[in-house]
């Protein structure tokens, strides 16, 4: 246990005398564990698991008393407790045997030993554990070889496979997403066994699901556990609309790239420069709509006009049924996902300030991640053409930030309020008010007048006889 925190060590004896003193065996187990042979236990660590050999609930009690941590929750009916602890969430379980009904993850605990406790959980590499009791303490229980599976970089169950699917299908989206973070291979067997249990996950909740998901999402290379969710059949059981952005048509020669892939390349382009979770969902769903937009004409092969505006749409319907939030978050997404062609268009030499303008007040603080996820979004494999693309984005940039320091556009409100234009024409509130405040708008996004308060003035006094 060299290189072991020393903070967490002397815990660790705490726990290990507490247990003793009740007559009880205490392991730590899990991450900690895991992560401890694989040289990745930081020492800004939050959650440790234990599981012991009689209650956890009492044995979580006795050491919130030792500790003098009054923070204490108890989940009676899970067998479980948690004890806060200098910024540490103690996480104490008995060991336990289950068998699982069928349609339904809530387990029938009984109590059991080590060994029990061992075979229900998900992973070999998750199941290694120390002993934590005076007499053996640090000593390594391996009994899956988890050490080995570390070694060699391999995602396993512990017991067969099928059986451990079964318990509890949520452990297929943790195997996969084990395999993304750690870099790791799914093993033949149980790649098999995720295959064929795959349609199983239905009895998950969306809570449970997306928890996983998002981890692969903020994984630093989130394709490679996307094409394992294809591959195993789980993606399609969440997340149809992905799975249908997979494969190419050609129609007089003429193919168009692969959506599925190519927004894999898109997401890892993004995670590269990014760890925020929205602009990493922003990529996932940006040609979402892509498959209802296809056409092909003989003249400009094939389009998706309107993806943008109907990814969009898309975007609420998508979160809600995902489980992700309904609130700002979503908007960003959908968001970027409307404005993602923008930039694009905007890449010709002969731009006009008016069309920057325009998109700096739509995009406002969204401006710079839009930017990001439209590098992103060039996948060409031509290096040429990749120099060309981003030089173009260059110049937009360019060109952004001169006509923000001329205008101050960003955060854009417009100068006159709905009452000032009231007064002025003499008119009660009505639909002239927003038309008129369009104009005002419209004539300082166009550069017809400076954005400026007196000139707006100027400019409403100007059109008012056209509404009187
Ligand atoms: P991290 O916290 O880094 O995501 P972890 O391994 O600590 O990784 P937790 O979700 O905290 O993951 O779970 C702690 C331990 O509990 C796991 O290592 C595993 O042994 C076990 N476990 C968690 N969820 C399940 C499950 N659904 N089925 C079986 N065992 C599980
Ligand atoms: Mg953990």
Known sequence: MTGIPDKHLTLFRTIGEVAESINQQVFVVGGYVRDYYLNKLSSDITDIDFVSVGSGITLAQKVATKLKANRISVFKKFGTAQVKFNGLDLEFVGARKESYRKDSRKPAVENGTLEDDQLRRDLTINALSWCLNPGSFGVLHDPFGGISDLKSRIIRTPIDPGQTFD?????MMRAIRFATQLDFNVEDKTMAAIKKMAHRLTIISKERIIDELNKIVLASRPSSGFSLLLESGLLGEFFPEMVNLLGVDEKKGQRHKDNFWHTLEVLDNIAETSDDLWLRWAAIMHDIAKPPTKRFSPDTGW????????GAK?????????????????KYVQKLVRLHLRPIALASEEVTDSAIRRLIYEAGDE??????LCRADITTKNEWKQTKFQK????????????????RIRNWKNPISGEQIMEVLNVKPGPVVGQVKERIKNA???????????EAYRYLLKIKEEYT
């Open 392 to 407: 173009n984005f260059d110049r937009v940039e360019k060109n952004i930030k001169e006509v923000e320091e001329k205008d």
């Open 303 to 310: 389009t998706f006009h309107g993806h943008d505006a109907l």
């Open 314 to 330: 898309w975007v609420p319907r998508i979160f809600r049924r995902l489980g992700l939030p309904m609130d700002e978050r979503m």
């Open 367 to 372: 401006l710079e991640d839009l930017m990001a």
């Open 167 to 171: 318990d509890d299908p949520l452990r």
């Open 444 to 454: 300082i996004l166009d550069g017809i007048i400076p954005n400026d308060d007196d």
